[in-house]
């Protein structure tokens, strides 16, 4: 990489880590386009993780009292599930018209999100909960997005802190097992490293950044800004999708 690349992906990355710092997740949805513009997917999606890594441990441990095992745990299992044939999909190749198929289920979901009358805290559904989170994980070893399993959580969590927290403990859980796998397989290269030492300080900035910002904002408006954020990243998802077909 040479060093304008290299300035690219931390002012890339520093965008994306603000967004990351005020609502606890759409790291990826920002700094995903904006790096597939200079770097293949192979590169941008291991180069991320460890990235993922640290910005997840800092959300979740700043938010540490509003964790919940109990309602963490299954999910993070059918996640971590839905990764293995994921990755196994990127080794081999990643099909524009899976990904294209996710934007607009990602899109349909925020607009329910948006659009749900009932503010009331839904219980948890074992069945829904599992699908929702095996699909995710797939998503996420294939393209490095784990937005499913959000819709979900934001439904049946409490307060903002609640869904940054768990959110982000499902994150880390899948970024070690996603990485480990990427290591497994041999996809870890020279330019991955690159890419993660130019963003990390990026990303540690941006979170920062993010996270003053966010104390400055009033709980309904950070509800809403977590479900414009979701649907953007649909149509982030879609239009990137697109024009891997074109």
């Given amino acids: 990489m040479d060093i304008k690349l290299l ?7 520093l965008l994306a880590s603000i967004c990351k710092g005020m609502v606890g997740f759409g790291d990826p949805l920002i700094s995903g386009p904006l790096l597939s513009m200079t770097l293949p997917n192979s590169v941008i999606t291991p180069g991320q993780v460890p990235v993922s890594l640290i910005l997840n441990c800092k959300v979740v441990w700043q938010n540490r009292a509003h964790f919940s ?83 979900y959580l934001h439904r049946v969590s409490e307060n903002r802190e609640g869904f940054r927290s768990n959110v982000c403990f499902v ?24 890419l993660t030492l130019a963003a990390l300080p990026g990303a540690l900035l941006g979170i920062s950044i ?16 977590v479900v414009y954020v979701f649907i953007a990243g649909g149509v982030s998802t879609t239009v990137k999708a697109l024009l891997e077909v074109l």
């Fill in 210 to 225: 993010g996270m003053r910002l966010d104390k400055r904002v009033s709980d309904q408006l950070s509800d809403k800004f």
């Fill in 7 to 13: 300035f690219y992906c931390f002012f890339s990355v």
């Fill in 69 to 151: 095992w109990k309602l963490v745990f299954p999910i993070s299992v059918f996640v971590l599930l839905g990764i293995i044939p994921g990755v196994y999909l990127l080794r081999y190749g990643s099909p524009a018209i899976l990904k294209f198929g996710l934007g607009i289920v990602i899109i349909l979901s925020g607009i329910e999100m948006l659009t749900r009358k009932s503010a009331k805290v839904r219980k948890a559904n074992p069945v829904v909960r599992s699908a929702v989170s095996f699909l995710s994980g797939l998503t996420a070893g294939l393209f490095g997005i784990n937005l499913l399993v959000l819709a």
């Fill in 171 to 194: 994150y880390l859980l899948e970024c070690i097992f996603r990485g480990g796998l990427y290591l497994w397989n041999g996809m870890y290269t020279k330019e991955c490293l690159f």
